[in-house]
C-alpha cells in the first residue's frame, strides 16, 4: 500500500517519514495512556480478567477491513495495487530470537 501512495506520488520522502513518525508517536502515546504497556493489563487477557487488549485489536482489524473495503468500493484502490511482501521464514526466526534475547537482556516483557 506504501508503494500505491509513492507511485500516484501522493507522499515525497520527508513527508512519509514525519506522517509516519507523528502516526506513530500518537499510537504508542494513545497505548501508553490507555494502559497497555502494563504487564497485569495484557497478563489479564490470558486469566479472562481483563479483555481491553482483545477488544482494542479486534476493533482494530474491524476498521482496516472496513477503510479497506470502503477504499477498493469508492474505486480509489485496486486489488492489485497492494503488495504484500513475501514471507521468509528464517529472517522470522532470527527476529524472533533477536527480539526474545532482547527482552531477557533488558529483563522486561509486557507480556510476563
Known amino acids: 500500500m506504501i508503494e500505491t501512495l509513492f ?3 501522493a ?3 520527508s513527508r512519509a517519514l514525519f506522517l509516519a513518525l507523528l ?3 500518537g499510537f504508542g502515546f494513545g497505548l501508553e495512556r490507555a494502559g497497555f504497556s502494563s504487564s ?11 479483555m481491553a487488549v482483545v477488544k482494542v485489536m ?3 482489524l474491524i476498521t482496516a477491513a472496513l477503510g479497506l ?3 477498493i468500493g469508492f474505486g480509489w484502490l485496486q486489488l492489485d495495487q497492494i503488495y504484500l511482501m513475501p514471507t521468509v521464514y528464517g529472517a522470522q ?8 534475547v532482547g527482552f531477557v537482556m ?4 509486557p507480556g510476563t
Open 58 to 60: 479486534f476493533t482494530a
Open 69 to 71: 473495503s470502503y477504499l
Open 7 to 9: 507511485s500516484l506520488d
Open 23 to 25: 502516526l506513530g508517536c
Open 93 to 100: 526466526v532470527v527476529g524472533g530470537l533477536l527480539f526474545g
Open 40 to 50: 497485569r493489563r495484557l497478563a489479564g487477557v490470558f486469566y479472562f480478567t481483563d
Open 11 to 13: 507522499l515525497d520522502t
Open 106 to 109: 533488558g529483563g522486561w516483557c
